[in-house]
């Protein structure tokens, strides 16, 4: 989930922007909240005073009040990792903005060829660097596992146990809930007590599935051809 703040005096191109971000994400399916404003003070209170927290910001920079440049200045001792679009009609700021490590900038002349670009590449960046974890909370224990480190979780009596680079970690839940709470498309029952992630599966051969790690995990005759499938859909829409 990216969650992302669009910032312009004029209430209009809040929208127009809006929209191009909605359109972009929307069509290469990643998921997405957005906070609007017209005041670039609300921004400032919202993230300073009330903690909230975005993964991208679209700002103008001449606004009433404050500059996008104060602006950003000012986010980034609160978020040091937010990305920053400049969506603007004043081109003479190019060299002030990259002196700010902005994301990327792109004129409002220019706004069909370069703003829904601009916003997919920030995602999928803000994606890949963040990741997805999966959390094991318990009253003694808070444990973060990223999606990309586990190679299989199995069931454990009526428990799970996941597997991962970290070592073995136990879960009190059943597979079932465990599968429902990671709602990826990388991870796919091969049999009835095993889950595996389709990253680290190097071939199905055997009727085993063979992983980078060097583990061999039976797949069930009765998952065999449903479990081919997953991984060529997997890797046709990821590569």
């Avoid at 029952?189 to 190097?202: E, L, Q």
Wanted: hydrophobic share 40%.
């Amino acid at each position: 989930m990216v969650k992302i703040a669009i910032c312009d005096d004029e209430e209009k191109a809040v929208s127009l922007h809006e929209q191009a971000v909605r359109e972009s994400l929307h069509s290469c399916g990643i998921a997405y909240e957005i906070e609007t404003y017209t005041q670039s003070r609300n921004l400032l209170y919202d993230i300073m005073d009330d903690g909230f927290f975005y993964d991208l910001i679209l700002l103008d920079i001449e606004m009433p009040g404050m500059d996008g440049m104060e602006i950003v200045r000012r986010v980034k001792e609160f978020l040091p990792k937010v990305k920053i679009i400049f969506v603007t009609s004043h081109t003479e700021y190019a060299i002030d903005a990259f002196e700010l490590a902005v994301f990327r900038y792109v004129p409002k002349s220019d706004l069909d060829a370069r703003l829904a670009a601009a916003v997919t590449d920030a995602a999928k960046l803000i994606e890949l660097e963040e990741g997805q974890e999966y959390t094991i909370r318990t009253l003694s224990r808070l444990e973060k596992i990223p999606y990309r480190d586990i190679f299989y979780i199995e069931r454990d009596g009526k428990n799970a146990s996941i597997v991962s680079a970290g070592g073995i970690s136990k879960v009190r839940k059943s597979l079932q809930q465990v599968f429902e709470e990671l709602n990826a498309p990388e991870f796919i029952f091969i049999d009835r007590g095993c889950i595996v992630n389709i990253i680290h599966v190097m071939k199905i051969s055997g009727g085993m599935a063979v992983l980078k790690n060097g583990e061999q995990l039976p797949v069930s005759r009765s998952h065999l051809q449903d479990v081919k499938r997953q991984i060529n859909q997997f890797w046709g829409a990821h590569i």
